[in-house]
């Protein structure tokens, strides 16, 4: 089992930044991939960005490319979401993570288990 708790949203300007963290727990952090994923009102749920269990793969969605970093810290169970450049079709609730199959890092949601409750990220223009 995984429990994922998401911090570090809020309300920002278009253009501004805001740094998202999820703290883990549970089985051992170094063994799975995290990701994280968005949902405005009225869509599906999306991918953002998943890192493999190391750190040195990386995986972005097109629209969040060159704008978004997606780090960990193994150390101290954290996965993290830096968020430049910020547009108002950037606003959602932001979820993290980590997938049923350790090693997966890719953008299906449905190789995705475990789920934080999410963080609500709003970009007024």
């Known amino acids: 089992q995984v429990q994922l708790v998401e911090s570090g949203g809020g309300l920002v300007q278009a253009g501004g930044s805001l740094r998202l963290s999820c703290a883990a727990s549970?089985?051992?952090?170094?063994?799975?991939?995290m990701g994280w994923f968005r949902q405005a009102p009225g869509k599906e749920r999306e991918f953002v960005a998943a890192?493999?269990?190391?750190?040195?793969?990386?995986t972005y969605a097109d629209p969040v490319k060159g704008r978004f970093t997606i780090s960990r810290d193994n150390a101290k169970n954290t996965a993290n979401l830096q968020m430049n450049s910020l547009k108002p079709e950037d606003t959602a609730v932001y979820y993290c993570?980590?997938?049923?199959?350790?090693?997966?890092?890719?953008?299906?949601?449905?190789?995705?288990?475990?789920w934080g409750q999410g963080t609500q990220v709003t970009v007024s223009s």
């Open positions: 890192i493999s269990r190391g750190g040195g793969s990386k």
């Open positions: 993570a980590a997938p049923d199959r350790g090693s997966y890092y890719g953008p299906n949601i449905n190789d995705f288990k475990y």
């Open positions: 549970g089985r051992t952090f170094s063994s799975y991939s």
